[in-house]
């Protein structure tokens, strides 16, 4: 079956200017997450749904950061002003959910870099 | 708070060596542990789990105990091969706290021919 896709697989922009990154999940997963891979660290948690809601917005770094699902199923993970620290790749996973288990499956990332 | 520590690399050995990544972790309650690899140019996949004390996960010749004594899930294989040479990261799922997977920041293992 088909696993967790993300749009676009690279992404140049100009500082100051808005992305969206886009995040379909394994179908019938309840559970989705985005993370950020920065060089030479580690991965970094920044937002949790289950279903549409966000119970856990803590790893979000700033407010120029939010993200969106909607229908339980595609997730956009938007920034806003961007900056040259933003740089990266973000990494989108998803599980079953509370009732399904707690293992997590990745999409391939969006490299994300800020000129 | 949750933490997962690993040992640093990058790590390199020679085909058919023996491999040991270190993994220990500190967590409330009982956590899952993970393996994932993520080899050049792909995402992160999932190697090996455990989801209880002296579990085991095993995978693709990789093994890591779940040592609730000592606080580790070291990942190990009897012999490596070059197609082995990846990152491996060591993670952390703790459903009582909260759903987010707490990382090692990845130990990078080379194997040469």
């Known amino acids: 079956g088909a696993g967790v896709s993300q749009s676009p697989s690279n992404k140049v922009t100009e500082k100051g200017k808005d992305v969206e990154l886009r995040c379909d999940p394994i179908?019938?997963?309840?559970?989705l997450y985005w993370y950020r891979q920065s060089l030479g660290q580690g991965l970094e948690f920044l937002i949790y749904?289950?279903?549409?809601?966000?119970?856990?917005k803590s790893g979000l770094p700033s407010d120029r950061f939010s993200a969106e699902r909607t229908g339980g199923s595609v997730s956009t993970l938007t920034i806003q002003r961007t900056q040259q620290e933003d740089s990266a790749v973000y990494l989108c996973?998803?599980?079953?959910?509370?009732?399904?288990?707690?293992?997590?499956?990745f999409g391939p990332g969006t490299r994300l870099t800020v000129l | 708070g949750d933490s997962v520590t690993q040992m640093e690399g990058p790590v390199t050995l020679s085909e058919e060596a023996f491999l040991t990544i270190n993994c220990t972790y500190t967590?409330?309650?009982?956590?899952?542990l993970f393996w994932y690899v993520q080899y050049p140019g792909e995402g992160l996949q999932l190697l090996l789990k455990?989801?209880?004390a002296d579990d085991k996960g095993s995978n693709k010749g990789f093994e890591a105990t779940y040592r609730k004594e000592t606080t580790s899930f070291h990942l190990e294989k009897g012999s490596v091969q070059v197609s082995d040479s990846a990152v491996y990261f060591c993670?952390?799922?703790?459903?009582?706290?909260?759903?987010?997977?707490?990382w090692g920041l990845g130990t990078s293992l080379a194997v040469n021919p």
């Open positions: 455990a989801t209880k």
């Open positions: 179908s019938g997963h309840t559970a």
């Open positions: 993670a952390l799922f703790n459903a009582g706290n909260n759903r987010k997977l707490i």
């Open positions: 967590a409330t309650g009982y956590p899952s």
């Open positions: 749904f289950q279903g549409n809601s966000a119970p856990d």
């Open positions: 996973a998803s599980s079953p959910g509370e009732a399904g288990g707690d293992t997590q499956y």
